[in-house]
C-alpha cells in the first residue's frame, strides 16, 4: 500500500496518549497507533528506501530500525512522562549509534513536520574533527559548504558557543565553526506537507539535495574510528 499521508488521528492519538501517560490505555488503543502513526512510517520508508540507498549503501532501510518509539527512555530525564506525542523516523547507518551518527529524519509532532540531515547529538569529537577539516578546506567540506550555500531550503541549526571561539574565519564559516552540534533543518509550522500524499518525493528531492553534507559528516565519523 503506498504513502498518502499522516491525519489528524494521527497527532490525536499522539496527543491522547501522552496526556493519559498510561500504559494501561496504550495497550487499549495500540491498534491505532499502528493504524495511524506506525503503518504510514512503514509505507513512508518504502518509498524512500530506493533513493536513500543511492545517496549511501550502507544506510539502514529496514523500518522497524527506522522508526520511533512511541515511549519514552526516562532512566536519565527529570521528566517521568511515559510517552511522547511526536513521532519520527531516522535514515543511518548504525542503529546503536543513532544520537551520535550523522543521519536524515522527518519528524512530525504537535506544532507541524521537519526534515533534513545532521546530528542528533553529535559528539565532542565529532565537532573537534569538524573544525580541523573547515580550517583546512577539506575538499569534502568545500563541496558541503556550496550545497548549503546554493540552496534555501534548508537552515543551519545546533547549539552555539555564547561567544565565538573563531572571530577571525570568514562570517559564511562561523555558523559551522561555533556549534557544539550540527543538522540542517526545513521545518513547517502546519500540516500540509505531513497530511500531504507528495511527501515521499518531497522527502526524496530534499535528502538527496543534501547528499555533499551528509558524506561530509560521514568523512567526520570516519576519523573516529
Not at 521545518?187 to 500540509?192: C, K, R
Request: glycine share 4%; proline share 4%; hydrophobic share 35%.
Amino acid at each position: 500500500m503506498s504513502f498518502s499521508g499522516f491525519s489528524n488521528e494521527a497527532l490525536k492519538f499522539l496527543l491522547e496518549n501522552k496526556i493519559n501517560n498510561s500504559k494501561v490505555w496504550y495497550e487499549d488503543h495500540k491498534d491505532l497507533y499502528k493504524r495511524y502513526i506506525y503503518n504510514p512510517f512503514v509505507e513512508l520508508i518504502t518509498e524512500l528506501a530506493p533513493s536513500m540507498t543511492e545517496i549511501d549503501s550502507q544506510i539502514l532501510t529496514v523500518p522497524s530500525k527506522l522508526i520511533s518509539r512511541v515511549r519514552r527512555d526516562t532512566r536519565f530525564s527529570k521528566d517521568k512522562t511515559l510517552y511522547r506525542d511526536n513521532a519520527w523516523l531516522v535514515f543511518l547507518r548504525d542503529k546503536s549509534q543513532m544520537s551520535s551518527s550523522p543521519c536524515f529524519w522527518f519528524e512530525i509532532s504537535q506544532k507541524g513536520s521537519s526534515f533534513g540531515v545532521g546530528y542528533y547529538g553529535a559528539g565532542t569529537g565529532s565537532m573537534s574533527n569538524m573544525r580541523e577539516m573547515i580550517l583546512n578546506n577539506n575538499l569534502a567540506f568545500l563541496s558541503a559548504l556550496k550545497c548549503y550555500e546554493a540552496q534555501d531550503t534548508f537552515v543551519i541549526g545546533g547549539e552555539m558557543y555564547k561567544r565565538s571561539k573563531y572571530p577571525d574565519q570568514p562570517e559564511n564559516l562561523r555558523p559551522w565553526l561555533d556549534r557544539k552540534n550540527i543538522y540542517f533543518e526545513c521545518a513547517q509550522n502546519d500540516f500540509n506537507l505531513a497530511f500531504s500524499k507528495e511527501l515521499p518525493e518531497i522527502l526524496k528531492k530534499g535528502f538527496t539535495s543534501l547528499k555533499p553534507i551528509y558524506e561530509f559528516l560521514c568523512l567526520v565519523e570516519s576519523y573516529n574510528k
